[in-house]
């Protein structure tokens, strides 16, 4: 089951209109602490797992899986990881 939206290469899309509220995303903490895991020792397959979880709980949590999926497929992991230490 896929759930992210289709969206356009990085090179044409401004994230800033985009970039999730982290104040309004809810993460449980077992989900948080798997993504916070991964990301540190760079498990793209298993934050990928994570990331379709968190997509399913809400728009916002949505808008962060996209964000967070997008820097990986652009691999920006010192960003990726800063936006996964922001949430706590």
């Not at 798997?34 to 797992?49: G, H």
């Not at 960003?79 to 996964?84: F, G, N, P, Q, R």
């Amino acid at each position: 089951k896929c759930c992210s939206i289709r969206l356009p290469p990085a090179a044409l899309f401004d994230w800033r209109l985009y970039e999730p509220d982290l104040t309004q995303v809810n993460l449980p903490p077992k989900l948080l602490s798997r993504i916070q895991q991964a990301a540190r020792l760079s498990r793209v397959t298993e934050l990928e797992s994570c990331l379709i979880e968190l997509a399913d709980l809400g728009n916002e949590e949505q808008r962060l899986a996209d964000r967070i999926r997008q820097l990986l497929q652009d691999v920006r992991m010192k960003e990726m990881k800063t936006l996964v230490n922001a949430l706590g």
